[in-house]
């Protein structure tokens, strides 16, 4: 019997080895990519494309009870248990301020990069009934999170989409006016060239495979703008954090994955460049790799109660 993940956050529904019959019975298809390995456990080839969007489907409908979730083949395929992971340890950054989780709509979340997937926008409500905004750069991302939106009619009103115009900006041209909201969230571009995400994807697909493979298979997926950027992750998380202190009034918590432990001194220094009031490093699991969530808000304690 195979034991719980327990790397993962004690709250995540997916802490247990998955039950491929409930997933089957969830999306029949699935059927047809799961096998006994040689410790004698039903699982996938998570190599294999097909197969991980099949369970990411079966998860999401069976954990969520979102319908006929899907994505093009040609974007990111994430690992569901470490998506959720990230909305679990927020809860647990705005629960510090009033000893327990807050939870419906007054609590609005800012997905930056929210994909053609929309995953933590769907986990984030479904979980705790939060209202999320998700935004993104790429129109074609967004005509998709927008028609799992159309399937599932209980979420048009509490998950709404913003296309991004200018690929410069990340909070400009998306808060605007009156707009306030509890946190925001990003899982930023790690790689800073094409190059170094087809490098990236090729040595994953062969850590999966066991083989030599020169192509890469994008079970993970991935436009541009989910793989690289110029100048990678500390690029644009040096960028957030700019942009964020024009907006210091507007968001209590800003948030963002880390996936280089080696950027997080530098990031830490430009915080208190630019006046944060506090920031903490959260160490998290994310699927196979560890990552950290780095927050930080410019909201005095004292005056954190009355965003909920």
């Given at each position: 019997m195979s034991t719980e993940k327990s790397s993962l956050h004690t709250r995540n529904l997916h802490r247990n080895p998955y039950d491929f019959d409930q997933l089957i019975s969830c999306v029949p298809e699935l059927k047809h990519y799961v096998f006994e390995n040689a410790y004698q456990t039903r699982t996938i080839n998570f190599s294999i494309p097909k197969a991980v969007k099949l369970l990411n489907k079966a998860l999401l409908l069976h954990f969520y009870n979102v319908k006929d979730w899907d994505i093009p083949d040609t974007n990111l395929c994430p690992p569901i248990p470490g998506r959720a992971d990230y909305v679990h340890?927020?809860?647990?950054?705005?629960?510090?301020?009033?000893?327990?989780?807050?939870?419906?709509?007054?609590?609005?979340?800012?997905?930056?990069?929210?994909?053609?997937?929309?995953?933590?926008?769907?986990?984030?409500?479904?979980?705790?009934?939060?209202?999320?905004l998700g935004t993104d750069i790429n129109q074609d991302s967004l005509k998709n999170a927008q028609h799992i939106l159309n399937q599932n009619l209980d979420l048009s009103s509490v998950i709404r989409l913003k296309h991004q115009p200018d690929s410069d900006c990340i909070f400009k041209n998306i808060i605007e006016g009156e707009d306030r909201f509890t946190f925001s969230m990003c899982n930023p571009p790690f790689h800073d060239s094409e190059e170094a995400a087809m490098k990236g994807n090729i040595r994953k697909t062969k850590n999966l495979k066991k083989t030599k493979s020169k192509q890469p298979l994008l079970n993970f997926g991935g436009k541009q703008s989910e793989l690289w950027c110029e100048g990678g992750e500390l690029a644009f998380i040096t960028k957030m954090i700019n942009e964020s202190a024009l907006y210091s009034s507007k968001v209590l918590w800003f948030t963002c994955l880390v996936s280089k432990k080696d950027n997080l001194p530098k990031l830490n220094s430009l915080l208190k460049k630019v006046k944060a009031v506090d920031f903490k490093t959260i160490d998290m699991a994310q699927g196979q790799k560890i990552s950290r969530m780095l927050a930080w808000t410019f909201i005095p304690q004292q005056d954190r109660r009355g965003w909920f």
């Amino acid at each position: 019997m195979s034991t719980e993940k327990s790397s993962l956050h004690t709250r995540n529904l997916h802490r247990n080895p998955y039950d491929f019959d409930q997933l089957i019975s969830c999306v029949p298809e699935l059927k047809h990519y799961v096998f006994e390995n040689a410790y004698q456990t039903r699982t996938i080839n998570f190599s294999i494309p097909k197969a991980v969007k099949l369970l990411n489907k079966a998860l999401l409908l069976h954990f969520y009870n979102v319908k006929d979730w899907d994505i093009p083949d040609t974007n990111l395929c994430p690992p569901i248990p470490g998506r959720a992971d990230y909305v679990h340890y927020i809860a647990d950054l705005l629960a510090d301020q009033q000893k327990e989780i807050p939870t419906g709509a007054s609590v609005k979340g800012l997905d930056i990069g929210v994909g053609a997937n929309l995953v933590y926008p769907l986990i984030a409500h479904k979980s705790y009934g939060w209202k999320m905004l998700g935004t993104d750069i790429n129109q074609d991302s967004l005509k998709n999170a927008q028609h799992i939106l159309n399937q599932n009619l209980d979420l048009s009103s509490v998950i709404r989409l913003k296309h991004q115009p200018d690929s410069d900006c990340i909070f400009k041209n998306i808060i605007e006016g009156e707009d306030r909201f509890t946190f925001s969230m990003c899982n930023p571009p790690f790689h800073d060239s094409e190059e170094a995400a087809m490098k990236g994807n090729i040595r994953k697909t062969k850590n999966l495979k066991k083989t030599k493979s020169k192509q890469p298979l994008l079970n993970f997926g991935g436009k541009q703008s989910e793989l690289w950027c110029e100048g990678g992750e500390l690029a644009f998380i040096t960028k957030m954090i700019n942009e964020s202190a024009l907006y210091s009034s507007k968001v209590l918590w800003f948030t963002c994955l880390v996936s280089k432990k080696d950027n997080l001194p530098k990031l830490n220094s430009l915080l208190k460049k630019v006046k944060a009031v506090d920031f903490k490093t959260i160490d998290m699991a994310q699927g196979q790799k560890i990552s950290r969530m780095l927050a930080w808000t410019f909201i005095p304690q004292q005056d954190r109660r009355g965003w909920f």
